[in-house]
């Protein structure tokens, strides 16, 4: 990964630490992007101090929130010339339903529409830095639904945690197929990853209750380093420098769920998401 510039979300912990420490280790240069700076801070440093490396950047940014979200992305194209791999990786779950200050349920839009909305205001950069990757971490929980709730897409009627954490889910598989059949030929390839079941800092902003029920149930996950080795292998391998739209666990190729592959929900959440990010008013098409 010498000379090639990255761009990790969610990486003070579990998968996204693990995942930018390997890559710092492999000679990247790195962007964090991160919502706690005393939490960042840290990480930069570990990161520095298990690597050697002196390449790693903090871009400090709370990806529930939109605006948030476009600083983040004009202080990243700032700082980098180039842009070669973009891994889309911070997630959360809520046991409550909440919503951020956009008025958007919150686990939809931190773990959807972040997604959507930093791939496309990083996305010239990526095209200008090709062969480039975007690598979208998402899960099999995307089997816990059978499409995407758009009379309800918020879930304000019926919020039940995991369902709406598996509709997120299968929200980043729609958006990384349509994705790569809109950069076909650019030399930018988007794919989504499935981690396993990992010990990871997720869920645990859930209370007393949740977080103990986390730590009992650590010791049957597997490590965040081997949880991120899906992410690794489809962000570097060279191997996969052409292989674009597919979904991957445990280093291989595999089928994702019917719901995932319907190319007029795929449409329609594209334009939805584009219509609540501001991306289809003029000046920020959505258009790949």
Same mark, same amino acid.
């Not at 940014?61 to 605006?67: E, P, R, V």
């Not at 529409?113 to 095209?127: D, G, I, K, N, Q």
């Given at each position: 990964?010498?000379?090639?510039?990255?761009?990790?979300?969610?990486?003070?912990?579990?998968?996204?630490?693990?995942?930018?420490?390997?890559?710092?280790?492999?000679?990247?240069?790195?962007?964090?992007?991160?919502?706690?700076?005393?939490?960042?801070?840290?990480?930069?440093?570990?990161?520095?101090?298990? #690597?050697?490396? #002196?390449? /790693?950047?903090?871009?400090?940014?709370?990806?529930?929130?939109?605006?948030?979200?476009?600083?983040?992305?004009?202080?990243?194209?700032?700082?980098?010339?180039?842009?070669?791999?973009?891994?889309? $990786?911070?997630?959360?779950?809520?046991?409550?339903?909440?919503?951020?200050?956009? @008025?958007?349920?919150?686990?939809?839009?931190?773990?959807?529409?972040?997604?959507?909305?930093?791939?496309?205001?990083?996305?010239?950069?990526?095209?200008?830095?090709?062969?480039?990757?975007?690598?979208?971490?998402?899960?099999?929980?995307? %089997?816990?639904? %059978?499409?995407?709730?758009?009379?309800?897409? +918020?879930?304000?009627?019926?919020?039940?945690?995991?369902?709406?954490?598996?509709?997120?889910?299968?929200?980043?598989?729609?958006?990384?197929?349509?994705?790569?059949?809109?950069?076909?030929?650019? @030399?930018?390839?988007?794919?989504?990853?499935?981690?396993?079941?990992?010990?990871?800092?997720?869920?645990? $902003?859930?209370?007393?209750?949740?977080?103990?029920?986390?730590? #009992?149930?650590?010791?049957?996950?597997? #490590?965040?380093? %081997?949880?991120?080795?899906?992410?690794?292998?489809?962000?570097?391998?060279?191997?996969?420098?052409? /292989?674009? +739209?597919?979904?991957?666990?445990?280093?291989?190729?595999?089928?994702?769920?019917?719901?995932?592959?319907?190319?007029?929900?795929?449409?329609?959440?594209?334009?939805?998401?584009?219509?609540?990010?501001?991306?289809?008013?003029?000046?920020?098409?959505?258009?790949?």
């Amino acid at each position: 990964m010498k000379g090639k510039t990255c761009i990790v979300t969610g990486a003070t912990s579990g998968i996204g630490r693990s995942t930018a420490i390997a890559l710092a280790r492999g000679g990247a240069e790195l962007g964090l992007v991160c919502r706690d700076p005393a939490r960042a801070e840290a990480t930069m440093r570990a990161i520095r101090d298990e #690597t050697g490396s #002196t390449a /790693v950047e903090v871009f400090l940014g709370d990806l529930a929130s939109q605006a948030a979200i476009r600083h983040v992305a004009d202080a990243i194209l700032a700082r980098y010339p180039r842009i070669h791999l973009l891994v889309n $990786n911070a997630g959360i779950v809520n046991l409550q339903r909440q919503t951020t200050e956009d @008025g958007i349920e919150s686990v939809f839009a931190v773990n959807h529409l972040a997604y959507f909305l930093l791939t496309h205001l990083l996305l010239e950069r990526l095209r200008e830095s090709a062969p480039s990757r975007v690598v979208n971490v998402g899960s099999d929980a995307h %089997k816990f639904v %059978k499409g995407i709730n758009f009379d309800d897409i +918020g879930f304000g009627e019926a919020y039940k945690s995991m369902r709406v954490y598996g509709h997120s889910k299968l929200a980043n598989l729609l958006f990384t197929f349509e994705l790569a059949r809109r950069l076909d030929g650019s @030399g930018v390839t988007a794919n989504c990853v499935h981690p396993g079941a990992v010990a990871t800092g997720l869920g645990k $902003n859930n209370g007393t209750i949740a977080t103990l029920l986390i730590r #009992t149930l650590a010791p049957f996950f597997r #490590t965040p380093d %081997k949880g991120a080795a899906t992410t690794l292998y489809v962000a570097t391998s060279p191997a996969l420098e052409n /292989v674009t +739209g597919c979904y991957f666990a445990n280093r291989r190729e595999t089928r994702s769920s019917a719901a995932s592959h319907d190319r007029d929900a795929a449409q329609r959440l594209w334009d939805l998401s584009a219509n609540l990010t501001g991306l289809d008013q003029p000046g920020h098409g959505a258009h790949a």
